[in-house]
């Protein structure tokens, strides 16, 4: 049973406690720190007025010296013309805030009579389309295959399921429709569910719970095209170096699964040619855009910014009229809330008296501007919202708790780290948590070259060297072996190599990421660094368990493991890991398929277990004559089959397994509406006749039914689907009374995604040519329904299908 129930129930429940919500028909700009933290009172409200100024880029036009104040700018708009629709521009330019809810673009031909409003939009719609660059070329390699034209191949479900798995939605809206998997909910969030909110309120929990607003799409369809969406989520720092939106390390196929579920709802793409645009309206836009001071926040070739407003700090903010309230002509407007001109006037007046930034309140404020609060907490601040907690998933649905499938905490993390592995992960190049469905996001460089260096100024206690803290761990690895054998290879990989069902961290190369004084304390006492750890502690109340060791000195031990782990390949692995693995039977296919003849709980005694290197693979169920089961990931383990008689049904060690339909998957048919044959051993209509391997290593399975001859071959695509290939050979003059049937799909439930493709009720897609599909005939019996298609009568047929999954 899913337990979304305790999340959307929470999430209805301080819905109606007073918090304003805001949803992107908000008109006020949005932006993400100050809605989530501003607004309840939770930042001090010079902070939040600073949140402001720098998101909405007031310093572009009103300079100022303060660093924290420095613009965020409007996207860089050098690829405007061919990277955005023409028609979007227009009405972008007309009404900002209608066009995007809750931008931050203010409204900058507001004062302009209707005729003279229209007149600019045109001139400056023709200077944009003139901005014009070419993608980049994305380069294939063996982990990022890149399809001729992959924008255009983008599948709508698998992007569906990225936007929901990889992060998206820590910050964007999830789509109701999406149902994220089983996941367990934690005792903390089980306490919470059962408080009332006035409970909630007096423990000091509301921000816990309360839910997190989206950062608005806007009106994407109307905006991009698929080739300049999946190239914008390749690379956002190309168009927005700010950083606000990062880079999710998508492959160049992914990009285009999650731009064609993005604009899933696209009907129509406007191209523009600059070629057929007069000089003239074309001077007279740049011209705008210069005197609009457009220029101050987006880039374009060639044109700097020449006009800015009076300085930051002279500003009055009780001015009758200024950007904040009642602009007037050739001032931006900016639909502020009370909230926010609060905020701002606040921050203004202040600004004299403001003494220079600490370096904690620095690296608090660029928390903030990137928005990191929107996946981590840090000092009891932000954190995965409460609403969004059931769209963060282990892959397989590893139950690891929390701290397995939520982003993990940065506070002390300049203590914990090592500033050299901390730059490594704000590149893109740290990922250690594989067992994460989230992906850890790459900002610009500019934008968090300096957070590790802060990081440790503010956190870092005095760090000393590991020959320091362990001053003789070089002499103590050998015993440090043992150590990591009464616990920590239960739960940890060491250099790759791990005990069955391990899917920690892997600890082989701890000591280059951590402070060696963090990872003596943290031994010493888990919960105190890292509240509701699942890690144990094995020193408790400062005493070892292992009292044979080392006499039993807790300094010494620690130190023990701290030199093994350090001294990597030098010293052996845990003995416990070599006897494991040593009995691995696992079958990887890597190069060549792998053809397995086992016994599987859902092929039955006569499965045919079948590996692709893809990582795509099924098994085939010889005495039913059938496909039972594909899966994804890792393959099978063979020592049950090839060495324990009586061993238990062969389970696939991948995810995401799913069964095909039940029964035969061709059938002789008196009339279209008769009952699909079911399995029995007395009377199978089918007789399988073994298989045959080709020289690519895949196996067609043959068998018979009636007259006809059958070959069945599957092949993996590459995304990982499973392309099926029937050829049936037999006489074409099918009697007046049977006719051969081709069972596409079964389900309880089946719906036509498009005119090729059906879906059952568990997420199988097929989909065949649209001559089959004219043909088929999808039908209901007993609460079952069936997608059968007729065979056509000629002598040599072949049937191709697709499944994905």
Same mark, same amino acid.
């Given at each position: 049973?899913?337990?979304?129930?305790?999340?959307?129930?929470?999430?209805?429940? $301080? !819905?109606? +406690?007073? =918090?304003?919500?805001?949803? #992107?028909?908000? %008109?006020?700009?949005?932006?993400?720190?100050?809605?989530? *933290?501003?607004?309840?009172?939770?930042?001090?409200?010079?902070?939040?007025?600073?949140?402001?100024?720098?998101?909405?880029?007031?310093?572009?036009?009103?300079?100022?010296?303060?660093?924290?104040?420095?613009?965020?700018?409007?996207?860089?708009?050098?690829?405007?013309?061919?990277?955005?629709?023409?028609?979007?521009?227009?009405?972008?330019?007309?009404?900002?805030?209608?066009?995007?809810?809750?931008?931050?673009?203010?409204?900058?031909?507001?004062?302009?009579?209707?005729?003279?409003?229209?007149?600019?939009?045109?001139?400056?719609?023709? $200077? !944009?389309? +003139?901005? =014009?660059?070419?993608?980049? #070329?994305?380069? %294939?390699?063996?982990?990022?295959?890149?399809?001729?034209? *992959?924008?255009?191949?983008?599948?709508?479900?698998?992007?569906?399921?990225?936007?929901?798995?990889?992060?998206?939605?820590?910050?964007?809206?999830?789509?109701?429709?999406?149902?994220?998997?089983?996941?367990?909910?934690?005792?903390?969030?089980?306490?919470?569910?059962?408080?009332?909110?006035?409970?909630?309120?007096?423990?000091?929990?509301?921000?816990?719970?309360?839910?997190?607003?989206?950062?608005?799409?806007?009106?994407?369809?109307?905006?991009?095209?698929?080739?300049?969406?999946?190239?914008?989520?390749?690379?956002?720092?190309?168009?927005?170096?700010?950083?606000?939106?990062?880079?999710?390390?998508?492959?160049?196929?992914?990009?285009?699964?999650?731009?064609?579920?993005?604009?899933?709802?696209?009907?129509?793409?406007?191209?523009?040619?600059?070629?057929?645009?007069?000089?003239?309206?074309?001077?007279?836009?740049?011209?705008?855009?210069?005197?609009?001071?457009?220029?101050?926040?987006?880039?374009?070739?060639?044109?700097?910014?020449?006009?800015?407003?009076?300085?930051?700090?002279?500003?009055?903010?009780?001015?009758?009229?200024?950007?904040?309230?009642?602009?007037?002509?050739?001032?931006?407007?900016?639909?502020?809330?009370?909230?926010?001109?609060?905020?701002?006037?606040?921050?203004?007046?202040?600004?004299?008296?403001?003494?220079?930034?600490?370096?904690?309140?620095?690296?608090?404020?660029?928390?903030?501007?990137?928005?990191?609060?929107?996946?981590?907490?840090?000092?009891?601040?932000?954190?995965?919202?409460?609403?969004?907690?059931?769209?963060?998933?282990?892959?397989?649905?590893?139950?690891?708790?929390?701290?397995?499938?939520?982003?993990?905490?940065?506070?002390?993390?300049?203590?914990?780290?090592?500033?050299?592995?901390?730059?490594?992960?704000?590149?893109?190049?740290?990922?250690?948590?594989?067992?994460?469905?989230?992906?850890?996001?790459?900002?610009?460089?500019?934008?968090?070259?300096?957070?590790?260096?802060?990081?440790?100024?503010?956190?870092?206690?005095?760090?000393?060297?590991?020959?320091?803290?362990?001053?003789?761990?070089?002499?103590?690895?050998?015993?440090?072996?043992?150590?990591?054998?009464?616990?920590?290879?239960?739960?940890?990989?060491?250099?790759?190599?791990?005990?069955?069902?391990?899917?920690?961290?892997?600890?082989?190369?701890?000591?280059?990421?951590?402070?060696?004084?963090?990872?003596?304390?943290?031994?010493?006492?888990?919960?105190?660094?890292?509240?509701?750890?699942?890690?144990?502690?094995?020193?408790?109340?400062?005493?070892?368990?292992?009292?044979?060791?080392?006499?039993?000195?807790?300094?010494?031990?620690?130190?023990?493991?701290?030199?093994?782990?350090?001294?990597?390949?030098?010293?052996?692995?845990?003995?416990?890991?070599?006897?494991?693995?040593?009995?691995n039977y696992e079958l990887v296919p890597d190069k060549r398929p792998i053809v397995?003849?086992?016994?599987?709980?859902?092929?039955?005694?006569?499965?045919?277990?079948?590996?692709?290197?893809?990582?795509?693979?099924?098994?085939?169920?010889?005495?039913?004559?059938?496909?039972?089961?594909?899966?994804?990931?890792?393959?099978?383990?063979?020592?049950?089959?090839?060495?324990?008689?009586?061993?238990?049904?062969?389970?696939?060690?991948?995810?995401?397994?799913?069964?095909?339909?039940?029964?035969?998957?061709?059938?002789?048919?008196?009339?279209?509406?008769?009952?699909?044959?079911?399995?029995?051993?007395?009377?199978?209509?089918?007789?399988?006749?073994?298989?045959?391997?080709?020289?690519?290593?895949?196996?067609?399975?043959?068998?018979?039914?009636?007259?006809?001859?059958?070959?069945?071959?599957?092949?993996?695509?590459?995304?990982?689907?499973?392309?099926?290939?029937?050829?049936?050979?037999?006489?074409?003059?099918?009697?007046?009374?049977?006719?051969?049937?081709?069972?596409?799909?079964?389900?309880?439930?089946?719906?036509?995604?498009?005119?090729?493709?059906?879906?059952?009720?568990?997420?199988?897609?097929?989909?065949?040519?649209?001559?089959?599909t004219k043909a088929g005939l999808l039908r209901k019996r007993d609460n079952q329904?069936?997608?059968?298609?007729?065979?056509?009568?000629?002598?040599?047929?072949?049937?191709?299908?697709?499944?994905?999954?």
């Open positions: 049973m899913r337990q979304r129930w305790i999340f959307t129930l929470l999430g209805l429940v $301080f !819905l109606n +406690t007073g =918090q304003p919500v805001h949803s #992107e028909t908000q %008109a006020a700009p949005f932006v993400a720190g100050f809605d989530r *933290f501003s607004r309840h009172a939770e930042l001090q409200p010079q902070a939040g007025g600073q949140l402001l100024i720098s998101e909405l880029s007031c310093v572009a036009c009103h300079p100022s010296q303060r660093a924290e104040l420095q613009p965020k700018r409007g996207p860089r708009l050098t690829g405007a013309g061919n990277h955005l629709q023409q028609q979007w521009i227009r009405e972008f330019l007309a009404a900002p805030q209608i066009s995007k809810a809750g931008t931050t673009m203010p409204d900058v031909l507001h004062g302009l009579p209707a005729e003279e409003k229209q007149q600019a939009i045109t001139a400056l719609t023709a $200077f !944009l389309t +003139t901005q =014009q660059s070419d993608y980049p #070329e994305i380069k %294939a390699t063996g982990a990022n295959p890149v399809p001729h034209e *992959f924008w255009k191949k983008g599948n709508v479900e698998q992007g569906q399921e990225l936007y929901h798995k990889i992060g998206c939605v820590a910050c964007h809206e999830p789509d109701e429709t999406y149902e994220p998997g089983e996941i367990k909910i934690s005792p903390t969030d089980k306490m919470l569910a059962q408080l009332d909110p006035e409970d909630i309120k007096e423990l000091g929990l509301a921000a816990a719970v309360r839910p997190v607003n989206s950062v608005p799409h806007g009106n994407l369809p109307a905006k991009y095209t698929p080739k300049s969406l999946t190239f914008f989520l390749l690379n956002p720092e190309q168009t927005r170096p700010a950083g606000r939106m990062p880079q999710l390390k998508l492959k160049a196929v992914e990009a285009a699964d999650i731009a064609a579920y993005l604009l899933r709802k696209q009907t129509e793409v406007q191209t523009a040619d600059k070629n057929t645009i007069a000089p003239d309206l074309i001077a007279q836009g740049q011209q705008l855009f210069v005197e609009l001071k457009c220029v101050n926040c987006h880039e374009t070739k060639k044109l700097k910014p020449k006009l800015f407003a009076q300085p930051l700090a002279k500003l009055n903010a009780a001015a009758s009229t200024s950007c904040l309230h009642a602009a007037q002509k050739n001032m931006p407007a900016y639909p502020l809330d009370q909230q926010q001109q609060t905020a701002i006037e606040q921050t203004l007046a202040s600004l004299p008296d403001q003494n220079p930034a600490s370096p904690k309140q620095q690296l608090d404020f660029q928390v903030l501007q990137l928005n990191c609060y929107a996946c981590h907490e840090r000092d009891k601040r932000g954190g995965v919202g409460f609403n969004r907690k059931p769209y963060f998933e282990t892959a397989a649905h590893v139950d690891l708790g929390d701290e397995g499938r939520i982003p993990p905490t940065l506070t002390g993390i300049g203590f914990k780290l090592q500033k050299k592995w901390l730059s490594k992960v704000l590149n893109g190049r740290g990922d250690i948590r594989l067992h994460m469905q989230a992906r850890m996001p790459v900002f610009p460089k500019q934008q968090v070259s300096a957070l590790p260096t802060a990081f440790e100024k503010v956190d870092g206690k005095t760090q000393l060297p590991d020959s320091k803290v362990f001053p003789d761990h070089n002499k103590l690895a050998s015993s440090g072996r043992i150590m990591l054998e009464t616990g920590c290879i239960q739960c940890h990989p060491i250099r790759g190599e791990s005990m069955p069902g391990v899917v920690g961290t892997d600890l082989g190369d701890v000591t280059n990421r951590v402070h060696p004084h963090w990872f003596r304390e943290f031994l010493l006492d888990p919960a105190s660094l890292k509240p509701r750890t699942r890690m144990p502690t094995f020193f408790p109340g400062g005493q070892s368990q292992n009292k044979g060791l080392l006499d039993g000195n807790v300094d010494q031990q620690i130190a023990a493991l701290w030199g093994y782990l350090k001294a990597g390949s030098k010293q052996p692995l845990p003995e416990k890991i070599l006897v494991a693995k040593s009995k397995l003849r086992t016994f599987m709980q859902e092929a039955g005694t006569h499965a045919i277990a079948v590996g692709l290197p893809e990582k795509v693979h099924f098994a085939f169920d010889a005495e039913q004559v059938r496909p039972a089961l594909a899966w994804k990931g890792r393959f099978l383990d063979a020592q049950g089959t090839w060495f324990i008689r009586f061993a238990p049904p062969a389970d696939p060690l991948g995810s995401n397994a799913i069964q095909f339909p039940a029964g035969a998957p061709v059938a002789l048919l008196k009339y279209n509406q008769q009952p699909w044959p079911t399995y029995s051993p007395d009377a199978n209509e089918l007789q399988f006749r073994g298989y045959r391997v080709d020289a690519a290593g895949i196996p067609t399975f043959l068998y018979r039914c009636g007259k006809f001859d059958i070959e069945d071959r599957f092949e993996a695509t590459e995304k990982q689907a499973l392309k099926r290939r029937l050829t049936i050979k037999g006489s074409p003059q099918q009697s007046d009374s049977e006719t051969l049937w081709f069972r596409g799909l079964t389900g309880k439930t089946l719906k036509q995604l498009n005119p090729t493709t059906m879906q059952n009720q568990a997420g199988l897609q097929v989909s065949v040519s649209s001559e089959l329904s069936d997608w059968i298609i007729p065979v056509p009568a000629t002598a040599n047929t072949t049937i191709e299908a697709t499944y994905q999954w």
